[in-house]
Every structure is written in structure tokens, then in C-alpha cells.
């Protein structure tokens, strides 16, 4: 069974500075393999370990990615962009890529990789979406879990947004 982890770092950049937030993105989060050339925290052993562990490859079984002969996971649709993050639609990022054997490696931290020594997913997740993104993250696949939120706000986006996912 997965073990899920849920971090919360106190050190990051309000939600309005955007730039920060970029700039903590790429100092944390790496999607590209270490390179020497342009990456202050290359070792083989690091670049052997995102090879092994990180590599994003799609699959036909139970809770595999393909639908309709495509990634779900959108692996198939990702572009180099010189190692630059950015903010796409509903404010989640698109992580850095700089060259073609990026593109199908899962956003990870290195440290933390080099510590578990297996695969760790590590994304960014800042706007409201949060709650919905975690749910849908720990409990994907076949099997589902129904759960019950206590708020001190009642915003119907909010509720409305969550009680969708729920109940699809």
C-alpha cells in the first residue's frame, strides 16, 4: 500500500508574489535529470537515481495512464521550456524541461529522492484548488473513499467544488 507524505513548508512565498513563488518552484522542484553542465547538484549517483525511480511511463493496467491511446497524466503533451517554470491553467505549474529526456520525468525533490531511494512525487500546490487536488492525489485509482470536511467557512464555490469531485 502507497504511503502518502503531505509537507507544509513555512518558508514560501506569498500567494501574490508570483515571481517568488517561480523561484521557489525551480530551487525545489526538478523535473529535468542532473546533468553536470547545468545543475549545481549533480552526482551519478543522483542522476542514476531519477533514471530508476522518476521516469514516467505509461501504461494499459488497472490504474494505468492511457485512455483513448493518450497519457492521462499529459506526459504526451509536455514541452521543452528551458528549464523555466510557469503558471498554467488554474494557477499549476508547469514545471522547468530543457531537453527531450525531461519531458517524461516526475516533478521530484533530490534530497528526498536520494533519502527514500524510490519514487516521490513531489508537486506544488498554492491556490484554492489545494483540498481538491490532495483528495483526488490520495485517493486515486480504483479504489475510493467518500470523507467528511468541517470548515470554519461555508463558500459555496468551495463546497460546491468539492461535493462535484465527490460525487462524479
Known sequence: MPIYVVVRLSNMPHDEDK????????????????RPHDCDYFTPQRRDLVRKHMLHTCSNAVNGCLK????????????????????????????????EEDLRIVPHHVYILEDWDGHVNVEYCGSHYTPIYLYK????????????????????MTMKSVYTFVHR
Open 137 to 156: 492525489y490520495v485517493f486515486k485509482g480504483e479504489r475510493k473513499k467518500n470523507f467528511d470536511s468541517q470548515t470554519q467557512t461555508t463558500s459555496p
Open 19 to 34: 515571481e517568488g513563488q517561480l523561484r521557489w518552484i525551480k530551487k525545489h522542484i526538478h523535473s529535468c535529470a542532473p
Open 68 to 99: 483513448d491511446g493518450k497519457c492521462k497524466r499529459r506526459y504526451d503533451t509536455l514541452v521543452l521550456n528551458k528549464g523555466e517554470p510557469s503558471f498554467g491553467h488554474l494557477h499549476f505549474p508547469v514545471y522547468g524541461r530543457r531537453e
